[in-house]
């Protein structure tokens, strides 16, 4: 990475509007700044041909959905040349149904377009700065599609920070961003621990529990205080990530699962008491395991943020019985691309197949104990 003296305008402004992307993973999702990237984009409208031939989804959304990427995708230098990105401007000119040769196709080209798609924002911002796109289509297509990757946004945030140490110039941004693209998932262990445990019995039982003194000794372990607070116990995890801050947040939302379950159980009220903070092995910061803030619409004119979001909210999409089970890897957190099939006005890309639950998405699991979740794919 090449250093200069004083950081180009360019490359500061990319930085800064990185660095305001990234700024609050808990920022409700109608206020955040970024939009779904556009191999992303290209996926879901093909996963919504699948649904539009079970009649989930109706043409019309896909219709829609089909000219808005059209309109958008033509411009992004991360595509491929001009040929590859007319073909799929032509594609996009179609009814994409399921089984049709213009979907196979663009599943072909899908598939060509995730490798090195940000080795191919470096071709594209390694020129003088009169032939370059604008730092906000730059700085919005690199953090999209690393979001998209499943890094967590206080982890790209710090990442982006350090470049604006660093003093780095715009092919220097573009080249980090290509290498943090090539990563892995890694494995990390994290920690989950319980003030109240309602069932004790059954989660003793399980290999990846963990009583008071072993947890107390998993901290010091890992080099974490255990001065100021008490356990009754907690879980060990082992999640794929790509990141620590990651792992962090799926163990939360395994937590809030559990949590919100709990509050339903008729014999023993009060239900799940975490500690307020998650942590994970090799990262010194403890996470915090309070849930991000939800959003509420009292009128279909107003929305506005609560701190947390109540009980019935975290129930609502998951079953009622208790204790829970978190053999699967948590549900993502509601997106903004969830409701705009049905919103014809709104310029974003979208999430085909939005229902209560999200077609795509796994119901969720039941049954007790919680254990560990699956590993997930290594992003491509």
């Known amino acids: 990475?090449?250093?200069?003296?004083?950081?180009?305008?360019y490359a500061r402004?990319?930085?800064?509007r990185m660095s305001d992307f990234f700024a609050d993973e808990r920022t409700?999702?109608?206020?955040?700044?970024?939009d779904i990237g556009s191999v992303l984009a290209l996926e879901e409208l093909w996963e919504a041909g699948h649904w539009q031939a079970h009649n989930v989804l109706s043409s019309s959304a896909c219709d829609w959905q089909r000219h808005e990427l059209k309109a958008i995708l033509g411009r992004d230098a991360g595509l491929g040349d001009r040929d590859l990105r007319k073909e799929i401007t032509n594609l996009l000119s179609k009814p994409l149904l399921d089984p049709s040769p213009e979907r196979r196709r663009l599943k072909e080209v899908i598939g060509h377009l995730r490798p090195?798609?940000?080795?191919?924002?470096?071709?594209?911002?390694?020129?003088?700065?009169?032939?370059?796109?604008?730092?906000?289509?730059?700085?919005?297509?690199?953090?999209?599609?690393l979001l998209d990757l499943g890094y967590s946004g206080l982890h790209l945030r710090d990442w982006a920070r350090g470049l604006k140490t660093a003093r780095v110039t715009a092919t220097d941004i573009a080249e980090s961003a290509a290498e943090l693209a090539r990563a892995r998932t890694q494995t990390f262990d994290v920690l989950v621990a319980l003030d109240k445990v309602p069932h004790r019995e059954l989660a003793e039982a399980l290999p990846n529990w963990?009583?008071?003194?072993?947890?107390?000794?998993?901290?010091?372990?890992?080099?974490?205080?255990?001065?100021?607070?008490?356990?009754?116990?907690?879980?060990?995890?082992?999640?794929q990530a790509l990141d620590p801050l990651g792992a962090a947040d799926q163990a939360r939302q395994l937590l809030d699962r559990m949590t919100a379950r709990s509050e339903f159980l008729r014999g023993r009220r009060g239900g799940v008491l975490p500690l307020p903070f998650i942590w994970v092995a090799g990262y010194d910061t403890p996470y915090r395991s309070n849930p991000r803030p939800a959003v509420s619409t009292s009128s279909p004119s107003s929305t506005r943020a609560t701190s947390t979001r109540s009980t019935a909210e975290d129930a609502s999409t998951t079953p009622s019985n208790w204790p829970p089970s978190a053999t699967a890897a948590?549900?993502?957190?509601?997106?903004?691309?969830?409701?705009?099939?049905?919103?014809?006005?709104?310029?974003?890309?979208?999430?085909?197949g939005a229902t209560e639950n999200g077609p795509g998405r796994p119901s969720p699991p039941t049954g007790w104990p919680p254990s560990s979740p699956a590993p997930g794919?290594?992003?491509s």
């Open 116 to 145: 090195g798609y940000l080795d191919r924002w470096v071709t594209a911002i390694a020129v003088e700065e009169a032939k370059r796109v604008k730092p906000e289509r730059f700085s919005r297509t690199v953090a999209a599609h």
């Open 210 to 239: 963990l009583d008071k003194g072993k947890v107390g000794a998993w901290l010091r372990e890992h080099g974490h205080s255990t001065a100021g607070f008490r356990t009754g116990g907690g879980f060990v995890y082992h999640l």
């Open 28 to 34: 409700p999702w109608p206020r955040r700044l970024w």
């Open 13 to 16: 402004h990319v930085l800064a």
């Open 330 to 352: 948590p549900s993502p957190p509601p997106s903004p691309e969830a409701g705009q099939l049905s919103s014809p006005s709104s310029s974003t890309p979208t999430t085909p």
């Open 1 to 9: 990475m090449v250093s200069t003296a004083v950081q180009d305008p």
């Open 377 to 379: 794919p290594a992003p």
